[in-house]
Nanobody, 121 residues
Framework: QVQLVESGGGLAQPGGSLRLSCAAS????????MGWYRQAPGKERDLVAT???????NYADSVKGRFTISRDNAKNTVYLQMNSLKPEDTAVYYC???????????????WGKGTLVTVSS
């Protein structure tokens, strides 16, 4: 069993900042890629940013230059620093991790329950 718990969501002003955290726990041998996705009402869940186990990063064009994804492998935690927030960033943000649970296992994807980010004046 693997659990991902997001934190750090809330209300921010346009131009403001928030930092999201996602901590993974449970049966973890190692974590491969981790990422953040978001979903606004009536829209599909879209990729925001990912970070591989070698710390290679990938960002959606809409957040490049504003958001930064990072990870702390010792804590099994991924972060999303969100700066220069826009109303369009309003969404539920979900954490994802590809987790290898044992030496013999392949990686499986797990999702957090999401944290709401609201950007509004």
């Amino acid at each position: 069993q693997v659990q991902l718990v997001e934190s750090g969501g809330g209300l921010a002003q346009p131009g403001g900042s928030l930092r999201l955290s996602c901590a993974a726990s449970g049966s973890i041998f190692r974590i491969r890629a981790m990422g953040w996705y978001r979903q606004a009402p009536g829209k599909e869940r879209d990729l925001v940013a990912t970070i591989a186990d070698d710390r290679t990063t990938n960002y959606a064009d809409s957040v490049k230059g504003r958001f930064t994804i990072s990870r702390d492998n010792a804590k099994n935690t991924v972060y999303l620093q969100m700066n220069s927030l826009k109303p369009e960033d309003t969404a539920v943000y979900y954490c994802n991790a590809n987790v290898v649970r044992s030496v013999a296992d392949y990686g499986m994807n797990y999702w957090g329950k999401g944290t709401l980010v609201t950007v509004s004046s």
